[in-house]
Each structure stands twice: as structure tokens, then as C-alpha cells.
């Protein structure tokens, strides 16, 4: 059953309606689409301090700033909860448009109830799988959906048109399980007419029409400063059993677009923790494959990112990115002159590959620099736990590059 617009007519000309944002692939913290080239994410005071005093040469390497936005809870006539993002002075520099929402983007935001273990219903909006297939095509061209081996510890996170528990293999749920989560976190602590601050960031994935996308959890330590003593033990042993310790890199999430079936293979979290350095040189390698043959034509513009980021990295001093995480990100629509020639490169091969992958860092909730509003500890020279990370990255791909 279709529930009507959360938006009164009065609203719906300024206020906007947040979606899911179907690529996001890590993390834990539900990112919501706002537009099409940009996403949001509850404010975190310390984040907007690094994006507020970003040095220069790193701006290259993160998402752009766009500036905050009020949201709060709203309740149909139904009883179902959605987002509404409230625009303000802070977001006019962003440029976002003042288009009334349209009738198809409320149309994909179909709710129904959702029964928890104890039969009792809850109102909290859950996407059926026609209807983020349909949002995967407004986000995708062309008739394609995503398949997934993840290996979740929750309960089904949809139903078919039926109500019936829909295949899990279909594609991947991490974006509206971070959504649902964060839904019931925020239903049963405040009421509707609580604002909440979100920060506007630039939609990185964006200008891609197959965005493969890897999640890597960067550093050999992932707490705050202001992490607690069991949050902190918890953490430590999370790296110690993980790639993290011995790699300085674990895998946080993956979506890589397979050209034979016309999905997307997908990787979570759990997988990516249980990885040795092997597996994880192998899940790097799929991450690579299209389904038909090796993307030989990305390694040589990811590596050569990956060092500028590591040059630039080198020179923060007392910069601490812990919990941070890096993107990277590739184009899985090939062009035909990749895929005749996808064992050479040539120049106009290495310049179209330039344009089409790129390498982002993320998720700076945790991160602390001298000047910090919120810094807790002061620290001396680079983060040299990321760099190791990053080495090692690098060193993996230039084996791949040269067939070992």
C-alpha cells in the first residue's frame, strides 16, 4: 500500500524528502541522499571541525563541504516515520535546487508496517525490493540489480510485494540497514519536532553510471581519544584479529559491478574482518574483475592516486585519522577501447582511466589535529599508522599490476 506525501503542500516547494543512499557500502551511520550530487549524514561536531579547517592539499582526496541542514522526524497520516531535510541560510552556498519535489520521488517512498520479533508493529518506513530496484535504476541506467554474498547477523531487512520474506541475494542492503537502524535510534529517543543537524557533503559516486566502490577501513588503530575503556578494548582486538594489525587496511564494504551478469558483487563488513593478508590481496584482486577479465586498464590511475594521497598524508603533521576510512571508487561500464585493448595501455587509454576512478577519504567523526575544537590529545609528525596502511595498499596493487 502506497502511503500519502509526508509533505504538507505548504512545505513541499522547500522542504526536502531523504532517500537511502543506495551506494553506500560501509560503515555504520545511515548517509541519506539529498540530491543528486549531494548526500548528508548526522552532524558530529568533531567532523565539521576537520571540514571547516581542511588543509588544502587534502582537498582533493575528500568529499566537498556543502554546509549543514535541520532535519526532523514526520509522521503520515498512516503513522509511518520518514526524513524531511529543512533548508536554511547555512545551506544556501551549496547551490542546491528549490525544485518542489516531484511526484516520482515520493512515489519510491512506499511504506508499510514492520513487525518486530515480539509481533508488535512499528512505524518505520521499510523499502520493499521493487522499490529499491527501482531507485538502483534512477540511479543506474539500464535494467540491472545488485547481487550480494553478505552474510548478515540481523533479521530480513525486506518483504516482497506480498509481504513475504523477499531472496537476499537481490542486492545490497547495507545502505537501508543503516537507514532502518538509524530510523528506530532516532524514533524512540526524540520526539518529531526535534531538529536534528546534518552535514551536506558532496555526492562522490555521483558522476559514475556503474560506481564500484571499495570501503577500506585505514589505520592499525580505530578508536577515538574519547572512546571509553570498553569501546577502546573492543576496537583493539577488532584490529588485532584483523587486517588492520597486520596490514594497516581492513575491508569495510564492496560493490563491484560484474559485466557477464549485470550485477553487482558485494562484500560487507563481517566479510572484510575475517580476511589474512592472502584474502585480503584476493578481495582486492575482485574488486578488479568485471566477471569477464582483470581491469588492468585501472591499475596504473589508482596507484598513481594512491601515492599523492600519501605524499600529501606525509606532510599533516599531528593529524590522527583514526576510524577514518578510503574509498575507492571506479567506472564499471567499460569503454569499448578498454575492453579490445584492455592487456595494453596506450596514452588515451591512461587519460580516460584518469577521469574514471578516483580515491576518496571518509568518516572524520574521530579524527584530531592540533587547532581541533574537539581535540582531546595532542600529537607530533604524520599519522604513521595510516601511512603503513596506505604503503602496503599500494605495494598490493603494483603485485597484481605486475602479475604476482
Not at 593478508?277 to 577479465?293: A, D, I, S, V
Not at 603533521?317 to 575507492?328: A, E, G, K, V, W
Request: net charge positive; with cysteine.
Amino acid at each position: 500500500m502506497v502511503g500519502q506525501s509526508p509533505l504538507e503542500p505548504s512545505e513541499s516547494r522547500t522542504a526536502v524528502l531523504l532517500e537511502p543512499f543506495v551506494h553506500q557500502v560501509g560503515g555504520h551511520m545511515s548517509m541519506m541522499k539529498y540530491d543528486e550530487h549531494t548526500v548528508c549524514k548526522p552532524l558530529v561536531l568533531q567532523e565539521l571541525s576537520f571540514y571547516e579547517s581542511l588543509p588544502l592539499a587534502m582537498r582533493q582526496f575528500t568529499p566537498q563541504y556543502k554546509g549543514v541542514v535541520s532535519v526532523h522526524l514526520k509522521k503520515d497520516s498512516l503513522g509511518n516515520l520518514t526524513l524531511i531535510a529543512s533548508p536554511s541560510l547555512q545551506t544556501e552556498s551549496c547551490g542546491r535546487r528549490d525544485n518542489p519535489i516531484g511526484d516520482s520521488s515520493v512515489t519510491i517512498w512506499h511504506k508499510c508496517k514492520w513487525a518486530t520479533s515480539n509481533g508488535s508493529e512499528r512505524p518505520l518506513v521499510k523499502w520493499s525490493h521493487t522499490q529499491l530496484t527501482k531507485t538502483f535504476k534512477d540511479s543506474c541506467p539500464g535494467k540491472m540489480l545488485l547481487r550480494t554474498d553478505l552474510q548478515y547477523h540481523t533479521d530480513s531487512l525486506l518483504e516482497d510485494a506480498n509481504g513475504n520474506e523477499a531472496e537476499r541475494n537481490s542486492y545490497n542492503p547495507w545502505g537501508l540497514h543503516c537507514h532502518r537502524q538509524h530510523l528506530n535510534r532516532m524514533s524512540s529517543k526524540h520526539n518529531e519536532n526535534k531538529l536534528h543537524q546534518f552535514l551536506l557533503l558532496e555526492n562522490v559516486v555521483s558522476k559514475y553510471n556503474y560506481p564500484c566502490i571499495l570501503d577500506l577501513k585505514m589505520g592499525t588503530r580505530q578508536h577515538g581519544d574519547d572512546a571509553s575503556e570498553e569501546k577502546k578494548a573492543r576496537h583493539i582486538k577488532k584490529c588485532e584479529q584483523s587486517t588492520s594489525a597486520s596490514l594497516g587496511v581492513r575491508i569495510c564494504g564492496m560493490q563491484v559491478y560484474q559485466a557477464d551478469t549485470g550485477h553487482f558483487l558485494c562484500k560487507d563488513k563481517y566479510y572484510g574482518r575475517k580476511l589474512s593478508p592472502e584474502g585480503f590481496k584476493q578481495t582486492l584482486r575482485q574488486f578488479l574483475c568485471n566477471g569477464n577479465h582483470l581491469r588492468t586498464d585501472l591499475l596504473e590511475p589508482i596507484i598513481l592516486r594512491l601515492k599523492a594521497l600519501l605524499s600529501v598524508i606525509r606532510k599533516q603533521s599531528s593529524y590522527r585519522f583514526y576510524s577514518s576510512s578510503l574509498l575507492i571508487i571506479y567506472e564499471g561500464q567499460e569503454h569499448k577501447e578498454n575492453m579490445d585493448n584492455h592487456l595494453h595501455f596506450c596514452k588515451s587509454n591512461c587519460l580516460t582511466s584518469h577521469t574514471r576512478v578516483d580515491v576518496r577519504m571518509i568518516d572524520f567523526a574521530h579524527t584530531t589535529f592540533k587547532g581541533s575544537k574537539c581535540n582531546h590529545t595532542m600529537y607530533d609528525g604524520p599519522d604513521h599508522g595510516y601511512i603503513f596502511g596506505l604503503e602496503n595498499l599500494i605495494k598490493i596493487l603494483q603485485n597484481i599490476s605486475e602479475g604476482k
